[in-house]
Structures are given as structure tokens and as C-alpha cells.
């Protein structure tokens, strides 16, 4: 599966931004989705991920009712919604998957190693 993260950009603070995953390849509609980031000299960091049956979801503490994740299982598409932006967001975001066939309510713990495929990110950089 090969992935790819899209919708980056330039935001002030306060705004919004929403990120796409698509998959190249192969459908992206049985497998949990995550959203991780990596901002400069800082280690990958947890943003959220879904379930893909698309009712469960799971998020860092630090993007709670902040960012959204949704999925279009008939498009093949994963988004990030992020809102209330502040400069401590900035950073390349990532897509990856999970392990193909789990339940559809299931997530994957939120780490790295639990997601087989990753794609090329997308810099999301927040201005004060």
C-alpha cells in the first residue's frame, strides 16, 4: 500500500487546515488509519487514528477536540480536520497504516510500530 498525505500548507493560529490520505495501488477502506507528526528535532508523535469501519476513533492528548479524523471508505480517503491551529502544530504529518482485516472497530495501539505503511508527509506550519 502505498500512501500519500496531501493538504499541507501556511496557517495563522486560530485557522484550520484539512489533510487527505489517499492510497496509490490499493484501497485503503480495510485498514485502521493514523495521523502522526514530526516536528523539527522532536520525535514522531501520535495525532489520531480511525478504525476502518469509521466509527471508532482515537487521539493524542495534545489535538483532543481539536482535530478530526473521517474517513470516505467509497472514496478510499482519510482526513485529518484540524481546527484551532496554534504554532505548536507545526509539523510534517504523516499517514500510515495498520494491519489489514482487524475489526472494524478496532484501532491499533498508538505507536509506530503498530502501522505497516507510511507515506510521504505533508508540512503544516502554523504562524503566530
Known amino acids: 500500500v502505498q500512501l500519500q498525505a496531501s493538504g499541507g500548507g501556511l496557517v495563522q493560529a486560530g485557522g484550520s487546515l484539512r489533510l487527505s490520505c489517499e492510497a496509490s495501488g490499493r484501497t485503503l477502506s480495510n485498514y485502521p488509519i493514523g495521523w502522526f507528526r514530526q516536528a523539527p528535532g522532536k520525535e514522531r508523535e501520535f495525532v489520531g487514528a480511525i478504525a476502518w469501519g469509521g466509527s471508532s476513533t482515537r487521539y493524542g492528548d495534545s489535538v483532543k477536540d481539536r482535530f478530526t479524523v473521517s474517513r470516505d471508505n467509497a472514496k478510499s480517503t482519510v482526513f485529518l480536520q484540524m481546527n484551532s491551529l496554534k504554532p505548536e502544530d507545526t509539523a510534517v504529518y504523516y499517514c500510515?497504516?495498520?494491519?489489514?482485516?482487524?475489526?472494524?472497530?478496532?484501532?491499533?495501539?498508538?505507536?509506530?510500530?503498530?502501522?505497516?505503511?507510511w507515506g510521504q508527509g505533508t508540512q503544516v506550519t502554523v504562524s503566530s
Open positions: 500510515a497504516a495498520g494491519k489489514f482485516g482487524r475489526s472494524a472497530y478496532c484501532i491499533p495501539p498508538p505507536l509506530m510500530t503498530e502501522y505497516n505503511y
